[in-house]
């Protein structure tokens, strides 16, 4: 399926499509393979994908995110309920690093989304 320009998605829908691993062209092919790794090409539409580097957006968007849900939480569990300090890291450690490893592919697709949509391909073409 070739897509022309005039198809080209908004970017707050190219955003979408990416933050669920989808092509943000398309919608239909995977972004992301082996958990963070970009293809080289959508499979349904051809676009190219593997020169794209997010480098560290991603995992600054996701400690963003992580932070500004984890944190307050953390606070008013600390100040409600003051656990034991082993009860405390036995919650907060599984929920912060299980929030990070849920949410840094979905960033990292947004972030390429991104660059896609803003046509920042760097100098690594492929
Ligand atoms: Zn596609």
Redesign the pocket.
Known sequence: MA?TDTTRPSTLTAILRGARGR?P?????QLLHHYLKMVDR??????PYGHYRTDDAAPWLTIVIVGHITVPLIYLCETNFQPPLALAFAIYLPLVAGLTLLLLPRCKGAMAAVLWAMKAEGSEKI
Do not use: A, M, Y
Request: proline content about 0%; aromatic content about 0%; hydrophobic content about 15%.
């Open positions: 897509l092509c062209r398309c919608g239909h092919g959508c499979s349904v539409c051809g676009e």
